[in-house]
């Protein structure tokens, strides 16, 4: 069945530095939509950034990720961290009819100053 | 735009209980969603339903019953409460046409 997969279960970053996330997934498949949803303390989560669009870069608040469907990877980044983005990241998956999201295990992101 | 709200927001119960959540939008979306997250394990889909009346097991509906009386709205059953139980139980709805879905903030059980 379709698989996301995040290996960091916590990410530690200094303010400023560059922040990258990862993201591969498995499915059968050939056009998968793959989102990034952010979930902060005491809020709901909510869609960060999406694309079903193969090689292209889609950006959103000063993140970006691109959509490789050579690698199944969607690996979330951002030039420089702030403490605000402290937060938990979670990769997800749509295949076929959309009806259902496989979410990854989630990465706790923590920026320190 | 829309919300969702989920009620209660704190869900206290004894082992053995029945629990029943509940789940609201104005969105007018078709689709509504129940996950429960657990520190690790990211975000789990116990039930969904994909219009009024309809229901559809996720990977982790044992345990859990649910109700989609009118369109508007998505109830959860805990069946019988176990100590293990105690996360967060999501609510969310679906645009159908941008496949993105929405959350409410979520209903924290605790067990005891």
């Known amino acids: 069945g379709d698989s996301v997969t995040q290996t960091e279960g916590l990410v530690t970053l200094t303010e400023g530095l560059p922040v990258m996330l990862n993201c591969t997934y498995q499915t059968i498949y050939s056009n998968p939509f793959l989102f990034w949803y952010v979930h902060y303390l005491n809020e709901s989560p909510r869609l960060l950034l999406k694309?079903?669009?193969?090689?292209k870069r889609t950006e959103h608040q000063g993140f970006h990720a691109t959509l490789h469907k050579s690698s199944s990877s969607f690996h979330l980044q951002k030039s420089s961290a702030q403490l605000s983005d402290s937060a938990l990241y979670y990769c997800a998956l749509s295949g076929g009819s959309g009806n259902k999201l496989i979410f990854g295990t989630g990465t706790l992101l923590s920026v320190k100053p | 735009g829309g919300i969702i709200t989920q009620t209660p927001k704190f869900l206290i119960g004894q082992e053995g209980q029945k629990l029943t959540l509940k789940c609201q939008q104005n969105?007018?979306?078709?689709?509504m969603y129940w996950y429960r997250q657990d520190s690790g394990k990211g975000l789990r889909l116990i039930y969904y339903s994909i219009t009024e009346n309809d229901l559809q097991k996720g990977d982790l509906s044992e345990g859990y019953d649910a109700s989609r009386e009118k369109k508007s709205s998505f109830s959860l059953t805990v069946t019988s409460a176990q100590k293990n139980e105690m996360a967060v139980f999501l609510c969310a709805s679906r645009d159908w046409d941008s496949y993105e879905q929405y959350f409410g903030p979520g209903t924290r059980l605790t067990v005891l």
């Open positions: 969105f007018n979306h078709d689709t």
């Open positions: 694309s079903s669009t193969d090689n």
